[in-house]
């Protein structure tokens, strides 16, 4: 009976000790690595620390062997690994070595996370939604009233959806004045001005951005693409200009609006000109129109720049990947000229050949800001009424993991190594 509660117990051990840790690879080998972010969110709200293994293996992730969560990673179809604590100590060990650009951010909380999109629907979707859908990731959709209501500081994260903050309706109004869905939005968004007490929906907006300025300034996580990362900034800058013509707020623009704009409001972006012409698809020169990137879909692509994880360990999370090449995909703002990026603004992945920014971060205040150029990572050039991409066909897009690096880098703080 005591050999065979000995042997018991030893085999108790060796369970624990070659089963002690789930490796989620994040290189080649990962069949999903979309909902591999998703497993690593539900780790945490089950009250698990997780370790976010930088520049290993793609920025691997790394946590306590339970189970239940090995089921989830077979269920989710998620690749990984069971380790022992010798093996996950060795992998720590050689992270640590100064020779070593890798490191490792302990993901202690999940963050909040909030969506900033119009009650109403609108006839094109949104990339950061749809991976929070496929990656299982829950967020809260807030608008105008939550805002202003002061609600933001609930959150650790807000996601811009394709707005325009400078209250012209997406300057959609040449090719779609008399669709339903634009009739519909022009009405909601002037009704929640009045109710707000502002005479115009450019007014509202501005109000808006400054309550976005003020949830990052105090610690908050903002995350834009699209119209929405220019927009802001415009808007930003124009506070109390008026800068839009009479179709959108039914009296014609400050002649001398341009000069009265103030870069130093902005996060990202100075000495802009804006597009004055209500007709043109554009807000400004900020963006890199079609003609201008002389770009085709085979030969667009934009390169991650390479940090170093131990000293630049914010842009070296929010670049985490199995590939330094990236497809280009547009939107109504795809890219943006690089003479007109701030000096102070981090940039993380550009096309040299073109001078164009695609993936830039910034701080401000105490919190953080990431603006990422174009519509879908996953659809070249999407349309109105397009139906959305289907996540199914792309979990391992390298496009969407930039979106989810920075889904997780609220949770992240440096992990204390073992002395």
């Known amino acids: 009976m005591r050999s065979i509660v000995l042997t018991f117990l030893l085999l108790l051990f060796a369970s624990s000790a070659f089963s002690s840790y789930l490796l989620v690879p994040m290189d080649e080998r990962q069949t999903n690595h979309l909902k591999a972010y998703g497993i690593s969110y539900w780790v945490l709200q089950n009250d698990i620390e997780v370790d976010w293994l930088l520049n290993y293996r793609g920025g691997s992730f790394l946590f306590k062997y339970y189970q239940k969560f090995e089921n989830e990673l077979i269920i989710r179809g998620i690749s990984y690994e069971v380790v022992s604590d010798a093996q996950s100590n060795s992998i720590l060990e050689n992270i640590a070595s100064p020779s070593s650009n890798s490191d490792v951010m302990r993901l202690d909380k999940f963050p909040k996370i909030a969506v900033y999109s119009p009650k109403s629907k609108l006839p094109w979707d949104d990339a950061v939604t749809l991976v929070l859908t496929y990656a299982e990731i829950p967020y809260d959709v807030i608008f105008d009233d939550e805002v202003l209501s002061m609600d933001l500081p609930k959150y650790d994260w807000l996601h811009l ?214 519509h879908d990572p996953e659809d070249y050039q999407h349309l109105v009424n397009e139906e959305p991409t289907d996540l199914n066909l792309h979990p391992n897009s390298p496009g969407y993991r930039l979106i989810l690096n920075n889904i997780l880098f609220p949770a992240a703080k440096k992990k204390k190594q073992k002395t």
């Open 161 to 374: 959806h394709h707005e325009d903050f400078t209250g012209q309706y997406g300057k959609f109004y040449r090719n779609y004045k008399n669709m339903p869905w634009y009739i519909e939005q022009q009405r909601e968004f002037e009704e929640s001005a009045r109710k707000h007490g502002f005479s115009k929906v450019s007014h509202l907006k501005s109000s808006v951005v400054k309550k976005i300025r003020e949830f990052v300034s105090g610690g908050g996580f903002l995350f834009a693409m699209c119209s929405a990362t220019d927009t802001y900034d415009i808007a930003l800058a124009g506070e109390g200009v008026d800068m839009i013509d009479r179709m959108f707020d039914g009296d014609p623009p400050d002649p001398r609006a341009q000069e009265k704009l103030s870069y130093t409001n902005t996060f990202a972006f100075e000495n802009f000109k804006i597009e004055r012409d209500p007709f043109e698809y554009e807000f400004s020169n900020i963006d890199n129109k079609y003609a201008e990137r002389g770009l085709r879909e085979e030969n667009d692509f934009f390169n991650l720049f390479e940090f170093s994880a131990k000293w630049d360990p914010i842009p070296t999370m929010l670049t985490q990947n199995h590939t330094r090449v990236i497809k280009g995909f547009y939107g109504q703002t795809t890219g943006y000229k690089k003479r007109l990026v701030k000096s102070d603004v981090v940039i993380m992945g550009e096309t040299k050949s073109i001078k164009e920014v695609k993936y830039i971060h910034g701080v401000f205040g105490k919190g953080f800001w990431t603006f990422y150029g174009g």
